[in-house]
């Protein structure tokens, strides 16, 4: 064997030691955010424990390769998306323990959502990195898969502005007011594209956020901008300073993009998810669906909203069982006051849900907003 192919056999087993543990302990962290509750943060952390050593063990097996020049930024990915997931195993476990467990508990899946930001730019390098980047029901689907790996192909039927996968506007950390944007990497102009508009919980990160929904928008062919809200948190008290900057956003996507007007999406968690109701009951609102999750309500929200605007307007509506921030009854009242104002409801109440984003919802809720 030659040392150029010793070469490339050291670097492929070095690859292989790190990447399939870094995405097994991904998908164990999602499914610790996913049933995120204090209560049982001890039980979760325990379950997921022994996965963070064959994280640490295939970071130090990689960090040994000698990688070329050419593959330098390569290996930066995989060594940060290796560090941020043993890193929020870390702090699952020392979270366990503290008696500010929860919030620590959100720490550490922070750091998973910054390994998940790290992966991303290897999906268009390796296609098992790829599949990780889609829905479980489909990763099956080769006609899916191949396009997404030969994106490129579709460069013939887009314009030089129309970029595809992740790109930041003014939403770098500590930024307010911008937008990170999901362009599905096969896109082409030949046909409109639904639209989403997800936006994050209180004191949360547009560009965070985003990775909550990638996935699915990946699998669904959906165009995905998840905003940062101007102050703190969404214009929930006062002048309303999120909305028209939100409208501004999606005048600048339909401007370069060739976008579906009668699809179009808004979703948000906690603060998002009542500014869904805020700003997607609006008059002039150009969404054509929502679906709130894990958000409060109140019906003097409905006071002011056209009849016209709630006839037959489709909202899914989803909250937990165990939100200890806005008890189910508040959910309960607001499916019952929108389907009585005409709403089309429908109405999802988790019962082994917290105050934390319902990931194994994603696909149902595209589902239902690409149906008919």
């Not at 995405?23 to 209560?39: D, F, I, K, Y």
Request: charged share 20%.
């Amino acid at each position: 064997m030659s040392d150029e192919a010793k070469q490339e056999d050291a670097l492929l087993d070095a690859i292989s030691a790190v990447l399939p543990p870094v995405m097994t302990g991904l998908e164990a962290l999602g499914h610790v955010g996913r049933h995120l509750h204090p209560p049982n943060l001890p039980q979760l952390a325990g379950a997921v424990a022994s996965m963070a050593a064959p994280v640490a063990d295939g970071l130090a097996r990689f960090r040994e390769a000698d990688f070329p020049e050419h593959l330098q930024d390569f290996s930066r990915h995989v060594i940060e998306a290796a560090e941020l997931v043993s890193e929020a195993f870390d702090g699952l476990q020392e979270a366990a323990s503290s008696p500010d467990g929860a919030m620590r508990g959100y720490r550490a899946m922070g750091r998973a959502t910054r390994a998940t930001e790290a992966l991303y730019p290897l999906a268009s390098m390796l296609p098992p990195v790829s599949r990780f980047f889609v829905e479980p029901e489909q990763r099956e689907d080769r006609a899916l898969l191949e396009r997404l790996m030969q994106g490129s192909a579709a460069e013939g039927k887009r314009r030089p502005e129309q970029v595809v996968g992740v790109v930041r506007a003014g939403n770098e950390p500590g930024e307010r007011g911008g937008f990170s944007l999901y362009v599905p990497e096969y896109y082409d102009d030949s046909r409109s594209w639904p639209v989403m508009v997800a936006m994050h919980g209180g004191s949360g990160n547009g560009h965070s956020f985003l990775w909550t929904w990638l996935r699915t928008a990946r699998s669904r062919g959906v165009i995905l901008l998840s905003p940062t809200a101007r102050g703190d948190t969404w214009s929930l008290m006062g002048p309303d300073v999120d909305s028209t900057n939100i409208d501004a956003m999606l005048a600048y996507v339909g401007e370069r993009w060739n976008i579906d007007r009668s699809r179009m999406l808004l979703t948000g968690m906690s603060d998002g998810g009542t500014f869904s109701y805020v700003s997607g009951l609006r008059g002039e609102s150009p969404f054509t669906h929502l679906a709130p999750c894990s958000a409060s309500f109140h019906p003097f929200l409905l006071e002011a909203v056209p009849a016209e605007r709630l006839k037959d307007l489709p909202i899914y509506l989803i909250h937990g069982a165990l939100d200890w921030m806005f008890p189910i009854d508040i959910a309960r009242t607001a499916s019952a006051a929108l389907t009585a104002a005409g709403a089309n409801v429908t109405y999802r109440e988790l019962d082994d849900l917290s105050h934390t984003w319902p990931r194994d919802e994603n696909p149902r809720i595209l589902d239902w907003f690409l149906a008919a």
